[in-house]
């Protein structure tokens, strides 16, 4: 009787230091939880990312998960499908190397991708927002003009050579990739800036009626058309294009910049030293002035008014391309638009004095009161007793009561009731 209970003494002291040890670590156990929550936190962020599927297996099926627009899928289903089978074969798709769905009414291009064989795309005239050729490797020539499209990636169409994506919301074109490009159309667009030195071999360009304020055509000098007027462009240098034969009338058809008009007492003037450009290069019509009072100083680029003007009035100036002599025209007109009139005297005595900007500096007095004094300090409570003070940070996550001594504790306690079971059963 006694040996039963000795032993049931030492497992129940067994029992309770096992317990006593699990219950004091919850940190393990938020660690599992932690552990095994990480792959689903995983997934779920990978669940927001874009998948982007490659195109599945030949055949191809011609329905609406393929080609969710009717009118594509039906395009497709006609001339593509020569066996009228209702899929795509791997012969048939290679044998489809020029699309031209131009005024269809088509909202998606969806199913485009399966065309690896692709040369020639025409869409135009469509109700496209966007454009996924990334997996037409081969194609040659793509029109694209008057959609809705607001960004184009060919950068995986290095084979082009025949590119028209005008009349669009395009803000911006990388055709950096398109080394062998030698048509170029973005026009209509709300393209800020134009980088086409990788272009080499670009004969045609048309970048007009877009946002773009600097323009380096200095590499491509076999371009023999240049289409560049109603942008925002205050210089140009066309000297290394010598084959040029058109410019678009740049004298016709100009260039709008939006800028200031400076006036300091009597006098009224643009600063055109603003301006990444050639002051030599700048000059003015008086015919096209309202007075024959205006001037301009190349020395200071400045355009001195003989009278004032008003918001959204212009004055125009002429930039000199320093083009070949096949240009029928050479000087590039820009046109100034006034956006606001600066007072340079009233911004003189608008600028703070020092007495204002000596009163809006800190005051000085308040970092000291904000300093605890010496009572505070020797009032303060330690942060483990301010357990009713809102202001006390809260604790951080896997703070724990000190495990050690308790562990000590419980093994004290069973080496105390193993000691007591070996002496009564020796007894």
Not at 74 to 92: F, T
Not at 161 to 186: G, K, M, Q
Not at 354 to 372: A, F, V
Request: charged letters at 20%; hydrophobic letters at 30%.
């Amino acid at each position: 009787m006694r040996k039963q209970k000795a032993k049931r003494t030492m497992m129940g002291i067994s029992m309770l230091a096992v317990m006593g040890i699990t219950l004091l670590t919850p940190s393990a156990g938020l660690n599992e939880v932690n552990a095994t929550s990480t792959p689903s936190d995983a997934t779920s962020t990978s669940s927001d990312m874009e998948i982007v599927t490659a195109p599945a297996a030949s055949p191809v099926t011609i329905d609406s998960t393929n080609f969710p627009d009717t009118a594509f899928r039906e395009w497709v289903a006609l001339n593509c499908d020569k066996n009228s089978d209702g899929q795509l074969s791997d012969d048939e798709i290679s044998q489809c190397t020029i699309i031209n769905v131009a005024g269809k009414g088509i909202a998606s291009l969806q199913g485009i991708e399966y065309f690896s064989n692709l040369r020639e795309l025409n869409c135009c005239n469509n109700n496209l927002s966007s454009l996924d050729v990334s997996n037409n490797t081969a194609l040659t020539r793509l029109e694209c003009a008057s959609n809705d499209i607001s960004s184009l990636d060919v950068s995986n169409n290095t084979a082009l050579t025949y590119l028209r994506c005008n009349y669009n919301d395009i803000s911006s074109l990388d055709v950096s990739n398109n080394t062998a490009l030698t048509y170029l159309s973005c026009s209509f667009n709300d393209i800020s800036s134009l980088d086409v030195s990788n272009n080499t071999a670009l004969t045609e360009l048309f970048c007009d009626f877009n946002d773009i304020s600097s323009l380096d055509v200095s590499n491509n000098t076999a371009l023999t058309d240049l289409h560049c007027n109603y942008n925002q462009l205050t210089s140009l240098d066309v000297s290394k294009n010598i084959y040029l034969t058109m410019t678009s009338e740049l004298w016709s058809s100009p260039q709008f910049i939006s800028v200031p008009m400076y006036k300091n007492g009597d006098e009224y003037y643009f600063d055109l030293s603003e301006f990444p450009i050639n002051r030599e290069r700048v000059s003015i019509d008086a015919t096209w002035m309202t007075k024959d009072g205006t001037t301009y100083n190349s020395t200071s680029g400045r355009i001195n008014l003989s009278e004032p003007k008003d918001v959204d009035d212009t004055v125009r100036y002429l930039y000199d391309t320093n083009g070949p002599d096949s240009l029928s025209y050479r000087k590039m007109t820009v046109i100034l638009e006034i956006s606001e009139i600066r007072d340079i005297a009233d911004s003189t005595t608008e600028e703070p004095t020092t007495e204002e900007s000596t009163t809006e500096q800190p005051i000085t007095e308040q970092p000291t009161t904000e300093q605890p004094t010496t009572e505070q300090l020797a009032v303060v409570v330690p942060p483990t007793a301010q357990t009713g003070n809102d202001k006390d940070p809260a604790p951080k996550t896997g703070d724990t009561t000190p495990i050690y001594p308790v562990i000590f504790l419980l093994l004290a306690s069973f080496t105390g009731g193993m000691t007591l079971y070996i002496r009564r059963k020796r007894s």
